[in-house]
């Protein structure tokens, strides 16, 4: 059996924001030398996300409005931020999102439907963080 593991690392210098890695992630799917396998890509950090969704802005401007009005930015709201943090929403917006996807590959390739591609989701930046994409098969 063959396996990568490799990390992707992401410094967003607003609070929120969405990256399409998919390109990157099918960069490591070629580097593994998969033909037939699977692809986990898993954010690692309690404040951002991994999801496949839509390229398509209106849809990222739908999601930052949806996710804010669930859990808006009130350092006040959160029994959390009693830490000393200010990012108990940041919390609530990954656990909304997810925390990883997982990917076949077939044909040494990402084997997605219409559409689809792969995003990693900020929602407390402006510090670096990883990706970790884990990919096994023969």
């Known amino acids: 059996m063959k396996h990568l593991r490799r990390e992707l690392f992401f410094t967003i210098p607003e609070r929120v924001g969405f990256v399409n ?3 990157e992630v099918a960069d490591c799917v070629r580097a593994s030398g998969v033909a037939e396998g699977l692809c986990l890509i898993n954010a690692m950090h309690i404040t951002a996300s991994v999801f496949i969704n839509d390229d398509e802005p209106g849809l990222h401007r739908d999601y930052r409005r949806w996710l804010e009005e669930l859990a808006p930015h009130d350092p006040a709201r959160y029994e959390h931020n009693r830490t000393g943090e200010d990012n108990g929403d940041a919390h609530c917006k990954r656990q909304l999102m997810g925390r990883e ?3 076949a590959i077939t044909a040494g390739r990402l ?3 219409p559409w689809e591609q792969i995003f990693y989701g900020e ?3 402006r510090r670096k963080k990883r990706v970790l994409v884990k990919i096994i098969g023969e």
Do not use: K, L
Request: hydrophobic residues 60%.
């Open 123 to 125: 929602f407390d930046g």
């Open 21 to 23: 890695i998919t390109a």
């Open 101 to 103: 996807v997982v990917v």
């Open 111 to 113: 084997d997605f439907g």
